[in-house]
Each structure stands twice: as C-alpha cells, then as structure tokens.
C-alpha cells in the first residue's frame, strides 16, 4: 500500500486539533490589557507549547513518511494510535488552562495529566516507527536514517521527571522540564532530510 491517503488523513486531523485548541482560547471580558492577559494570557501559552508539540509530530511525521516505502494494516493501526493520543491535547490543555487561570500555579493533576498525554504521544510515535520497521525489514531506508535516536530515547525520560516533578516538587517544574523537550526538538535535526536528499536518486 502506497503512503499518499495516510498522509493526507494525518494531515486533516492535526489541522482540526489545532483548530479544536485554538477554539478554546477565552475572549477577554474587557477590553483591556489586563484582561487580556488575565483572560486569555494563560490560555495563549499553554496553546503555544501544545501548537508547538503537534508542528513537532507533523514535521516528524512527514518526514518519517517521505521515507517510509511500505504501509501495512500494523502500520495503519499504530498511525491511529498516535491521531488518537495526539487528539486528546485540546482536552489536556483546556484543562491545563482553565487550573492556572482559577488556581494560578498550585494545582500537581492538571499538570500531571498534560506530562501523561505528552509521554503517550512520544511512545505512540515510537511504536508507529517500530511498525514500519517490521513493515519493510532489514532494508528499511528509516531505519538507517533514524539511526540512534538519541532525541527520542532522551524525551521520555524527561517526560517522566516532569511528570515527577509536577506530582511532588512543584508544577511549574514539570512544565519546565515539557517545555525543555519541545526546545530539544526545535533545534533542527536533519538526519531524516539529509538522508532524502543524499538519496534521492
């Protein structure tokens, strides 16, 4: 099975979850500063980190795709997987919002909640990469452009400390430790781009 209908499925629901989040963001009741950073303030930062998460996984996930040759029934399912944990951010968010907008920073399960969301869509994606592995053997060409994958062995383990960190020592911790994530993988990895290019022929 050709790639082309998956990618474009992929597509239309991180288009609609990052609609469905940015619909969640509340309308200051004054016109006003203030209440624009009162209202709305807490709610355009923790829409930005999540923005930035799902334009992580669509970057990814493109290129992961660019490479991919071979689509299975394993391969469609674990996609799925991902759509499904990555569809639950407007949930986790909102929620996250509305805790720091009414609580300020004080509330540990918002914030435990949105660490928990971020680990299953880190393991989700890696298990979509483990089926297209088995999917196209030992020739995988994502395989060998993946190679050690040290960003991706490296972030669940920080997930789980700011997921710690947010249960026992301070939320805003654990946030620390999900935006330093979002930071690692922001700074450019060219290994999957490199790797079309150099064989693109």
Do not use: C
Not at 113 to 122: F, K, R, T
Not at 155 to 161: C, K, N, R, T
């Amino acid at each position: 099975m050709t790639t082309s209908r998956l990618e474009a499925f992929s597509d239309g629901v991180l288009a609609v979850i990052i609609t469905i989040m940015v619909l969640e963001l509340h309308v200051p009741e004054e016109p006003t500063l203030h209440a624009l950073w009162h209202d709305t303030g807490p709610g355009l930062l923790t829409y930005l980190l999540s923005f930035v998460y799902i334009g992580i996984y669509w970057n990814n996930h493109h290129h992961m795709f660019q490479l991919a040759e071979h689509v299975n029934g394993a391969v469609l399912w674990a996609n799925l997987a991902l759509l499904f944990v990555l569809s639950l951010y407007p949930f986790t968010t909102a929620w996250l919002d509305e805790s720091i907008i009414e609580h300020g920073f004080d509330e540990h399960t918002p914030v435990v909640v949105y660490g928990v969301n971020l680990l299953a869509a880190a393991i989700a994606y890696y298990l979509l990469q483990l089926a297209i592995f088995r999917a196209e053997g030992a020739d995988s060409r994502l395989r060998e452009a993946v190679g050690s994958d040290l960003k991706g062995k490296l972030s669940p383990g920080l997930y789980i400390l700011g997921i710690a960190s947010a249960a026992w020592i301070h939320p805003l911790v654990g946030i620390a430790f999900f935006v330093a994530v979002a930071i690692i993988w922001l700074v450019p990895d060219r290994r999957l781009e490199q790797y079309v290019v150099q064989h693109s022929s």
